[in-house]
């Protein structure tokens, strides 16, 4: 399971966060370590998302099954991620989506509330919520904006910017979902990519 103190280390390096011994003492005693078999949920559709998670190992995609009844992949999330439905405990309605492991994952996780409750009045542990929150927002609002800005080429060369080491560690179907492309045309871009290396 490893050592919870690196744990939280790493997931600090990894937001550009410091914080002093106290606050680090205050999270490490109120999250709790989880760990999520490959394909089971930390989020289920129709669920209300009650827990905020930090992947310290571990891979998450974010989905939906559309009216024809496609799996649309939406987001991926690694090591370093924040996984919570923001949207549904802003709302307290029930997640139109499913947060599923793709592999074995080590998470840290605690309730919404709690951890709000922590924060409440701690400038700093708010500065690190807000950072968790902001990452999320910002990743959503990037692939939204590449469906109106970038062709699927485009897209797929962003994906490969922005997660260099992702790409192996996923079934095609789902990039190519994510990309909203079929999986033959995504094979034919990688071809094209391929060549002109």
Not at 87 to 98: D, P
């Amino acid at each position: 399971m490893g050592n919870t103190d690196s744990l939280w280390m790493k997931l600090l390096r990894s937001t550009g966060m410091v914080l002093d011994d106290d606050n680090i003492a205050l999270l490490q005693n109120n999250f709790i370590l989880k760990l999520i078999k490959k394909d089971h949920f930390f989020l289920q559709e129709g669920e209300k998302s009650r827990e905020i998670g930090f992947i310290m190992k571990g891979l998450f995609r974010s989905y939906y099954i559309d009216k024809r009844g496609n799996d649309i992949t939406k987001y991926f999330y690694a090591e370093g991620g924040t996984l919570f439905s923001y949207l549904a405990y802003l709302s307290q309605k029930e997640s139109t989506y499913c947060i599923q492991a793709l592999e074995d994952s080590e998470l840290l996780v605690m309730k919404i509330e709690d951890f709000e409750r922590i924060v409440d009045g701690n400038y700093e542990l708010l500065l690190f919520y807000k950072k968790m929150i902001d990452n999320v927002l910002v990743a959503k609002e990037e692939h939204a904006n590449s469906f109106k800005l970038l062709n699927s080429v485009d897209r797929y060369k962003q994906f490969l910017a922005k997660y260099p080491d992702l790409e192996k560690r996923l079934k095609q179907c789902q990039l190519a979902s994510y990309l909203g492309i079929t999986p033959v045309s995504l094979s034919r871009i990688r071809k094209k990519s391929n060549l002109i290396k």
